[in-house]
């Protein structure tokens, strides 16, 4: 398995359910980044991870829980979510030295 | 802080023919920027990138883009197009210099091939 990966792919759920979006990055890279894509809307950062340490919340709410346990593996839990919160969600990570972020292939979120 | 301004949201263009896609940012520091594609159903892609040296910047599929400063532009373009270059581009900037910098994205242009 090579660069980021993301599962489930397509996730549906009720308000009151609890899930969680993974990924796992296969590059090395000490950074990792949710974002959220909605349609007609720029992509929005959520939450950065820099060493395993949040550096960045983008005002969230707290329905969106993220965890990193080691600079591998980035979690997003999600807990009584509404129908606007349906999204496509990527994951990307990146290098220390320069920015360029490599993406997953997203989980595409729906709510109902 | 950084900006991106994508002036065209869709961008329609007969197969075989040139393509340009405009973006203009704005910061008051150096900057990287970067050109992504998004296919139906997937993920960002990166095209290519510009960090510093030679301001035409070639990238994967055929593209290119011009990083000029004086007009803070940063311009992407191609010869001739396929059906296959059907997606959303999206440009992005970032601070130069600065690690684990966050990327400040435009808003995207979608562009539709017409065979």
């Known amino acids: 398995e090579t660069g980021v990966t993301q599962t489930p792919r397509h996730l549906v759920m009720g308000m009151t359910n609890k899930k969680s979006l993974k990924c796992e990055q296969h590059?090395?890279?000490?950074?990792m980044y949710w974002y959220k894509q909605s349609a007609k809307k720029p992509l929005e950062l959520m939450f950065v991870?820099?060493?395993?340490?949040?550096?960045e919340n983008n005002s969230v709410p707290s329905r969106f829980s993220p965890e990193c346990p080691n600079s591998s593996h980035l979690f997003l839990h999600l807990h009584t979510l509404q129908p606007e919160d349906s999204a496509l969600y990527l994951c990307a990570s990146s290098p220390g030295s320069y920015n360029e972020q490599f993406f997953g292939p997203g989980t595409r979120l729906t709510v109902l | 802080a950084q900006s991106v301004t994508q002036l065209d949201s869709q961008v329609p263009v007969f197969e075989e023919a040139p393509v340009e896609l405009r973006c203009n940012y704005s910061s008051s520091v150096s900057v990287y920027l970067f050109w992504y594609v998004q296919y139906p159903n997937q993920g960002l892609q990166l095209l290519l990138k510009y960090l510093s040296g030679s301001t035409l910047v070639k990238g994967i599929n055929g593209f290119e883009a011009e990083f000029n400063k004086s007009q803070t532009s940063f311009h992407l373009r191609k010869p001739s197009v396929h059906i296959s270059d059907t997606a959303e581009y999206f440009c992005?900037?970032?601070?130069?210099?600065?690690?684990?910098?966050?990327?400040?994205f435009g808003t995207g242009t979608r562009l539709t091939i017409i065979p």
């Open positions: 590059l090395g890279h000490n950074a």
């Open positions: 991870y820099s060493l395993e340490e949040r550096v």
């Open positions: 992005a900037v970032t601070r130069s210099n600065f690690g684990n910098e966050k990327l400040t």
